[in-house]
């Protein structure tokens, strides 16, 4: 036995008694540390999970903002009018037999098509558009000829994807924008550094995410519509990317329109002449009266 004072009692208690005390003690204070340790590894997580940067992440946040944008502002359908159109009459004058026609030429000329004419409807200074687009704060701009519109800050760039494609764009074998356009080059280059210098990783691997940053929106500030049609169809479909830099060209991409199998939809466009051509013209023969000549005129 032991002798013991708690509280100004003294008394004695068997040392098998003490041992399970001090363990029950030692218990409690063990939980109490291990507690705290909780507290404290709440209080700190914050910092190194909360505010985790992820750029996949706020680019498909920023790419959902801007899709929301341009389609309460109506320029989604006004662009997937003017594709479907230039699509639709570049189909039915493509004669690859009798003209040696290809997907290269047929694609160059939808693009130079679609270039000239969403510029002509953003300026509405063309007689041939009769509805032209007339969206508040929408500027259209032609660096080194390709078409880049502008929107409250935000740049958006148009480009077909290729025609081994058909309808639904292969991302993971999207051609890389150092074979693209140096406009659309410097775009992605543009979102990377606005992601911190993220780069997409080949198509199977991880990109490196997750280092500290502050928790802020990403404004990003290029976009690409991307419109994919085939040779069979004169259906279109149309996407909005967020390029950037890496082993892909988008870091993430949203379903803008997807036509039924019969074709899209038509603007209204200025009437053309009708009736028969100048050649199929009924034409009057002239009356025409010779006059006689006075006798010995012109005579040798």
Partial sequence: ??????????????????????SVQTSL?????????????????????????DPQASAQTALEEAAEVVTAAGLVTRLRTVVAEVWQANLARYEPDELGDD???LGGTCARNIANRVERLV?????????????????????SGALR???????????????????????????????????????????????SGFRTAAPGQTPLTGWPASYEAVALPHF?????????????????????LGEQPFVAIRALWSDPENGGP??????????????ELDSEVPNLKLKT????????
């Fill in 29 to 53: 204070l063990n939980t109490s540390y291990a507690l705290w340790r909780v507290v404290l590894s709440s209080l700190a997580r914050p910092w190194f999970t909360s505010y985790m940067f």
């Fill in 266 to 279: 038509s603007g209204i466009r200025r009437s053309l002449p009708t009736g028969p051509s100048f050649d």
């Fill in 224 to 244: 690409v519509f991307v419109w994919a049609a085939e040779l069979t169809s004169p259906a279109t479909s149309g996407w909005l990317g967020v390029p950037c």
């Fill in 103 to 105: 997907a290269q030429t």
């Fill in 149 to 195: 519109l502008e929107y409250f800050g935000r740049h958006f760039h148009i480009m077909k994807s290729p025609m081994v494609h058909g309808r639904s764009p292969k991302w993971d074998a999207f051609p890389h924008w150092n074979t693209s356009s140096d406009v659309r080059e410097e775009a992605a280059r543009a979102n990377t550094r606005a992601l």
């Fill in 1 to 22: 036995n032991q002798t013991v004072r708690f509280s100004g009692i003294e008394g004695k208690i068997h040392r098998s008694t003490l041992i399970r005390v001090h």
């Fill in 293 to 300: 000549r006075p006798e010995g005129v012109g005579e040798v």
């Fill in 123 to 143: 300026r509405a200074n063309s007689e041939f558009e009769t509805q032209p687009w007339e969206v508040s704060g929408l500027t259209v701009a032609r660096p």
